[in-house]
């Protein structure tokens, strides 16, 4: 039966934005399900907290610094230079409350809400989810710098850690900010054509001159930053690590220019600058020899936290387009009651669910591969630019989904949605582009990640198997995965260069996608053992129907006989376990019928 009108419901309805938590069953099952009964409460304590927080505080401060976005000052009033960025005050409440949370200092210094080390890190990039879902530009950079910068320097540097590391995660009002230089005019993404240059000085310190053309965080107090030592070689192995302080000992600034200031598409409450190193003192950072191999530890962990960000920008989407149709009556019945805005909605609800489950596995994957688990390093190696790729394509989806389903008022920027699209493109685009992270699967899986990555693609969909609502699929997965596995093989077989790169981003859509839909099939099992309801697979079984294209959502996407359960299949709650049976089974079923055409 379709929705009745709401008589109460009318115009244009207001998004009520409270609580981020407790309407995200995903989040809650999943994170208890990664971190563990012990870690629990004291995770649970800080995801509600951080879900109350994050919308009635961040959201409009974001909103409020996003209007009033930085501005440089070259020159005091002597004529002077002293390139200072005046930020507005909502920028600073934005990196202050996050710091004082302990969004930064929990994964890396144990004590946090009394937890015996640092924090989990599937529970760190749960609580970057929250937070992202309203501030993608501050915390979603500045913050999220100085973890990897705190990272970088623990794995790299012991010195420079035992100095700066407790100053980056300082979560008492005293903490360092931190940027990551890259870019060049002279190579983009080809950072190995970067010209800065590195002179060492008898006292052996480091003194750097050069320009780097993209330099995001430009306020910040520490950059990390690449240059080549003078007689090293060309390419990136030629470039050594740098630590490069705002202000140096004895209080005068260090010598670097500000000249100007990015007019960005968006995050624009976030400084990016373009800056010359004037000879500017630096400490070398760990191996010379290592420098690119050192900054990307900085660089993948930024990945991670962009899978978290996707993931953000996902379930903002579906939250807002699903208050919204909710609260929005239209053509005589509620919006949300339409065929097509339902299926639509859908759509929203499952790449949100399975975005958060990426965030959550490759979040889980950065600690078995630092705790040395066998096999997770050369998964890892793989999962992070895959799912830093599919997620940033299919946030962007989203983002422009979610603002047509808002209609004129979704592209007005009173509302929310034009600044979470802005804002996601940029993430984007930050940590490398689609074909860079796609080349970087290709090399990934020339240095012998592969069979790591299928090992356990493979063993999380036959767990997925069995006698769980979602075992249909799992032979589908397995043999989509050995198709995969053969694509792969061809590839690494062909000798023509240009020839092997060209398959590559089509390869690593398909590969994101086994990766995560192994992941939800296994937990849409679990889901259903721990709670009796088959929402988790059913929309495990619409997420993997993807792997045969439109003719394979078809068969689960258009029977209405899903209606009779689209409020808890889109808002969460219990769905009977045969119904996530059913839209396996269908999906499974069609899927074979595509494969055998094939």
């Known amino acids: 039966m379709p929705l009745p009108v709401d008589p109460g419901v009318r115009h244009i309805p207001q998004v009520e934005h409270t609580d981020w938590y407790t309407p995200d069953e995903h989040l809650r099952w999943l994170v208890r399900r990664s971190v563990g009964e012990a870690v629990w409460p004291v995770a649970e304590a800080a995801l509600q ?249 900085m660089v993948n962990v930024t990945r991670v936290g962009i899978a978290a960000q996707a993931a953000a920008v996902m379930r903002r989407s579906a939250y807002e387009s699903l208050m919204h149709c909710a609260g929005r009556n239209a053509f005589g019945r509620r919006l949300d009651a339409h065929p097509l ?54 946030q962007r989806i989203c983002a422009t989904e979610a603002m047509e389903v808002r209609g004129g008022n979704g592209a007005i920027e009173d509302w929310p949605n034009a600044r979470v699209l802005r804002d996601g493109y940029i993430h984007a685009i930050w940590e490398g582009p689609g074909n860079i992270m796609a080349l970087d699967v290709l090399r990934a899986l020339v240095r012998g990640a592969g069979p790591d990555w299928l090992a356990d693609t493979e063993r999380r969909a036959e767990a997925a198997g069995g006698a769980g609502p979602v075992a249909p699929l799992a032979d589908v997965v397995i043999r989509s995965l050995r198709s995969v596995e053969r694509e792969i093989a061809t590839v690494l077989a062909t000798t023509d260069g240009d020839a092997q790169q060209l398959p590559m981003r089509r390869l690593a859509r398909r590969m994101a996608l086994l990766s995560a839909g192994s992941r939800l099939a296994e937990q849409a099992r679990d889901f259903a053992q721990d709670t009796g309801s088959g929402r988790l697979a059913w929309l495990a079984a619409r997420y993997l129907s993807r792997l045969g294209g439109e003719d394979a959502l078809a068969a689960l996407a258009d029977d209405p006989g899903w209606f009779r359960h689209a409020p808890a299949l889109l808002h969460g709650g219990p769905v009977p376990v045969e119904v996530g049976e059913v839209a396996a089974r269908a999906v499974a079923a069609r899927l074979g019928a595509v494969g055998a055409a094939a």
């Open 49 to 297: 907290e951080a879900g109350r927080l994050v919308p009635r505080t961040i959201e409009p401060l974001a909103r409020t610094a996003d209007r009033h976005p930085p501005v440089l000052h070259q020159y005091d009033a002597r004529g002077e230079r002293v390139d200072e960025i005046e930020l507005h005050p909502a920028f600073w409440q934005l990196m202050e409350i996050p710091n004082r949370f302990g969004l930064v200092r929990m994964g890396h210094v144990p004590g946090w809400r009394g937890l015996s080390g640092p924090a989990p890190r599937a529970l760190v990039s749960a609580i970057e989810y929250i937070w992202l879902q309203a501030d993608q530009a501050v915390a979603g950079c500045p913050v999220a710098m100085q973890s990897a910068m705190a990272r970088a320097l623990r794995r790299n540097d012991a010195e420079l850690a035992a100095r700066f590391v407790p100053r980056l995660c300082d979560d008492t009002g005293n903490h360092m900010s931190a940027a990551m230089l890259l870019t060049e005019k002279a190579g983009g993404s080809d950072v190995g054509a970067n010209e800065t240059v590195a002179v060492r000085q008898d006292d052996g310190s480091w003194r750097l001159s050069g320009e780097k053309w993209f330099a995001s965080c430009a306020h910040n107090d520490l950059i990390l930053t690449t240059a080549r030592p003078e007689g090293a070689g060309p390419g990136t192995r030629g470039l050594g690590l740098f630590l490069v302080p705002r202000v140096l000992d004895d209080g005068s600034r260090n010598s670097y220019v500000i000249h100007r200031l990015k007019d960005k598409f968006g995050t624009r409450a976030m400084p990016s600058a373009e800056l010359g190193f004037r000879g500017a003192f630096a400490w070398q950072v760990g191996a010379l020899d290592r420098g690119m191999k050192q900054m990307l530890d």
């Open 341 to 394: 805005m339902r299926d639509t909605l859908a759509e929203l609800v499952v790449d949100a669910t399975a975005g958060l489950t990426a965030a959550i596995g490759v979040a889980e994957m950065l600690e078995a591969s630092d705790a040395g688990v066998p096999g997770a390093e050369g998964t890892l190696r793989l999962l992070t630019p895959l799912f830093k790729m599919y997620g940033s394509e299919r």
